[in-house]
């Protein structure tokens, strides 16, 4: 199978890894200018003015994508042409909060209460109804904690709205959580579903910096209620491929934040923590075949290497640590890379994660509070 | 790091998929005309003229490769333009069974006792020294059972000797062995050295069928016995990268057979059964980095897919077996692709290897027999 990929960086590297064992092949459709995949084959097309779109359409037999911020008119046109997993019907709802929020809302998933604001004034008046603290996010094209903004006070909302610079914003109530966790899903094009054990997640500055798989102190109950969440998206949506749903931990249970309809970094654990990949799931579904086992094999950490790639030999040392890096240059924010850690127990694995955290400058002050 | 690989085939696949999260990137150098590899950047040069040699050389830091059957002109006069991992002196000795035999000697690694004979006559000669039944083999060029012949009696001399068609051949005693193992070892340019578990492989018509890693019921001594071999020889070659050397147990110890300066198949095991695989601390010994760490994590059954690749879908069904294709066309004889089994036992891998077996039509019959 010829599979071509939206975008040509590390999400669409670690599928193409994934994929070539399977006898798939590899076109990567960049519009970015610096496509960082490194290998398979790469149509750039700065600026997206669509000027290589057919060539890169008649070299593959499915596209993917590895970024959901997309113009919907492209991936609709690429639909008419070949089979665009998942569909822009899951685009359209995962690159806009307030169809995502709408969503929830319809299959009775449980969301913070949330209004949608169109000027500062409705920001104002959809903070005063919530009540203050609330937090302010662009409607579309936002990710990685951009395009947001926390008002403490209803007389915060003008310099939000200006600081956002956005047409709508959503408007959501804090929510009291205990932690961040997310389920993934892979959902094939023969309807099979099957779930990944819930990772806990742990962001700064809007950054994932490290993820724990299987998250713990997990109850039976609560894998099956994040995966009666997911179960329903993914099937409502009727998507193929990854799923990704970020969740909060409260205790009134599961309160679902956002999605992405596609591989994600909480995910990247299971490269080397289950048998089958969010990777290759993602590449079986899409090709209609079967899905792969999806458990943990030991608890495992993913830490994200950000800004600096930190020392590379002293991580390639150690034995339980695997490194991914991504073939990018350095620079403030960016993710470079990761490192997975394994162990038998989390109380072993905590302290294999705080030592990789001494040979990563990036952000050790984050990852050194593990506990 | 910008590597080169001589060849094209699956060994050279499966090294760039293991180097592209080290952020290696990857040429290879085809003269077969038809290039497996399905990625990377292939300059075909059929037949081996030369004519890509120096666009090849021009755009690596490093040269490895896949086959020893090179010619050793070529490896000369590449190594004075770029460092080649392992080096021509590496090559030189595993191409040439003579040599081979010499080393095992001279290091006091025990082999068959050995004749070297450049005729029928010398053939017929040897043959009656040593005693028939005796084996005789190519010097050079001989691989998967070729170039190869078994006299049962002297006077099976002169077939034996047309049918090889070589100008020399190496005439071995029989050897009373209980079983084929095989270590393998890496030796980066630090000098640094690393070994994997014994492997116990099982050929049929000269193809090995499948490698149970690490081999069952090998003592701490056997493990160390080999040990001791191929270190005497990666470093009597002052050799960098992976080198595998295939043995025989019998009641007296281990007997060296041949070795191979490269990753090989009774290796394979090594992608989901060790921490850093075959390919992955063959990259890592010819760019100068710590090796990773080779212990096994479970027992592992690594069996080829040879000349059908069988019943696809069956095979990604099971929740403990992991298929790696490598892009090549059914063809008899041909390896076509591996699947990885790995249990908690060597009873439950046992059943599980059976199990697949009967979705590969090319060789169920060799794997059934395992016990």
């Not at 409607?139 to 395009?147: I, R």
């Not at 023969?190 to 299987?214: C, K, M, Q, W």
């Not at 209620?225 to 970020?246: F, M, P, R």
Request: aromatic share 8%; with cysteine.
């Amino acid at each position: 199978m010829k599979v071509g990929i939206l975008g040509a960086g590390q999400l669409g590297r670690m599928l193409a890894i994934a994929g070539y064992p399977l006898e798939m092949s590899f076109s990567f459709y960049d519009t970015s200018g610096s496509p960082s995949v490194g290998f398979g084959d790469i149509l750039v097309d700065k600026g997206g003015s669509g000027a290589k779109l057919e060539e890169f359409l008649n070299k593959v037999d499915v596209v993917t994508y590895e970024f959901e911020h997309l113009p919907l008119e492209l991936t609709q046109k690429i639909e008419k042409l070949k089979p665009l997993y998942p569909s822009s019907k899951s685009i359209e709802v995962c690159q806009n909060r307030a169809k995502e929020k709408a969503l929830f809302t319809e299959l009775g998933i449980p969301t913070a209460e949330y209004r949608v604001a169109t000027s500062a004034e409705e920001l104002a008046e959809a903070a005063a109804e919530l009540g203050c603290p609330v937090v302010a996010k662009s409607v579309t094209e936002g990710y990685d904690g951009k395009g947001q903004a926390v008002l403490r006070d209803v007389a915060d909302a003008e310099q939000a709205w200006s600081s956002i610079n956005h047409d709508a914003v959503i408007v959501e109530s804090f929510i009291n959580f205990s932690r961040e966790l997310s389920i993934i899903a892979a959902r094939s094009t023969t309807g099979e579903v099957a779930f990944y054990p819930l990772a806990e997640n742990n962001h700064h500055d809007g950054i994932l910096r490290y993820s724990i798989a299987p998250a713990p102190k997990v109850s039976t109950e609560l894998q099956q209620q994040a995966e009666s969440h997911i179960k329903a998206l993914i099937n409502d949506l009727d998507h193929v491929g990854i799923l990704t749903l970020e969740l909060f931990e409260t205790p009134e249970g599961l309160i679902a934040n956002e999605m992405a309809p596609r591989v994600h970094n909480s995910g990247h654990w299971s490269i080397e923590g289950a048998a089958s990949s969010q990777f290759e799931n993602h590449l079986r579904a899409i090709a209609g075949l079967p899905l792969g086992n999806t458990a943990a094999n030991k608890p495992t950490c993913m830490i994200n290497i950000i800004a600096e790639k930190g020392d590379k030999e002293a991580i390639l040392k150690l034995p339980y640590a695997h490194l991914h890096l991504y073939g990018k240059e350095e620079r403030t924010g960016r993710k470079l890379g990761h490192v997975t850690v394994q162990a038998d127990s989390y109380e072993e694995l905590v302290w294999r994660v705080k030592n990789v955290a001494t040979f990563l400058p990036g952000s050790p002050e984050f990852i050194s509070s593990i506990s």
